[in-house]
């Protein structure tokens, strides 16, 4: 039974890569990071010992805060929170706990620079249909909460990339791309260390939808129906992302928690 003020790793994964997740604040100190550079699924660095300063603006947000062991510095920078406004938590045994349970973890390396913000920013093809709205939802639910999408003409991609220090994806000849079979959300699932049964699940279903396989499984005609609805229904490809986080919110739910559920329509018709 966690602590108060306190959340179990396996309770604090369940909520990782859905809406209701909390902010999660890493606070290892810079020696027990580098051990081990790697970060819970959407969870950013922060020092603790400037929480004064950057807790001002988590005023009246739910947050989980993780050190190595789950004791002072996670205990401390909750309290902290807490006294600026926060619903904050700290995860109990903290990082090691999360590591000793094999839940995943993100290598930093492979998450690209946040701008002034603290927000990552990435740029693809406008007018998305399906890659590029199931990888800005990975990114979002999974990488970086706050993460920025910027959706222009293809041929300007690149330019937009280099001055405006964004991570081109779903594009040719980039690190985050279609490598042979895969899609780019497959490509993302692997590199990011994000390998869960229902992120694996939900991958093959992007993949087929992604690459006109409907054979490969059958819930991929849905998600292409519903993918190629959205996109009528929206011209602007914001709009059509903000719509699109609650599709694969759906989708993601029942990779996790509804496959074995079936559903018919109830009679009261006495059987013969």
């Known amino acids: 039974m966690a ?13 990782v890569g859905t809406p209701s997740a909390p902010i999660i604040i890493d606070v290892r100190t810079d020696e027990d990071f580098a051990a081990d550079p790697r970060l819970i699924p ?3 660095k922060q020092n603790h010992k400037t929480v004064a300063d950057w807790g001002k603006t988590l005023r009246g947000k739910s947050i989980a805060v993780v050190c190595h062991h789950g004791a002072k510095l996670s205990e401390g920078t ?8 926060a619903d904050a ?3 109990e045994g903290g990082f090691v706990e999360w590591e000793q349970a094999k839940l995943p973890l993100v290598p930093a390396a492979k998450i690209p620079p946040a ?3 603290g927000s990552t920013v ?4 406008s007018r998305p249909k399906i890659d590029r709205i199931a990888c800005p939802w990975l990114i ?39 490598r042979g079979e895969l899609c780019t959300f497959d490509v993302m699932v692997e590199e990011f260390g994000l390998r869960s049964e229902p992120l694996l699940r939900l991958a ?6 992604d690459t006109a396989r409907l054979d490969l499984v059958p819930e991929a005609a849905g998600l292409l129906a519903a993918s190629l609805g959205l996109s009528r229904m929206y011209a602007d490809d914001l709009e059509q992302l903000d719509a699109g986080m609650a599709l694969y919110d759906a989708f993601y739910r029942w990779c996790r928690d509804a496959t074995e559920e079936t559903h018919n329509w109830p009679t009261s018709k006495a059987k013969p």
């Open 42 to 44: 959407a969870a950013r």
């Open 115 to 117: 701008n002034e913000d």
């Open 204 to 209: 093959k279903i992007v993949r087929a939808a």
């Open 89 to 91: 938590i700290n995860l």
């Open 140 to 178: 979002r639910r999974f990488i970086d909460p706050s993460a920025v999408f910027l959706f222009v003409a293809p041929q300007e991609v690149a330019a937009v990339a280099d001055r405006f220090n964004a991570t081109p994806f779903d594009i040719e000849n980039t690190e985050w791309s279609h």
């Open 78 to 85: 909750a309290a902290w929170l807490r006294q600026l406004g």
């Open 3 to 15: 602590t108060p003020n306190s959340i179990k790793a396996e309770k604090l994964s369940r909520l």
């Open 122 to 125: 990435w740029v693809t093809r």
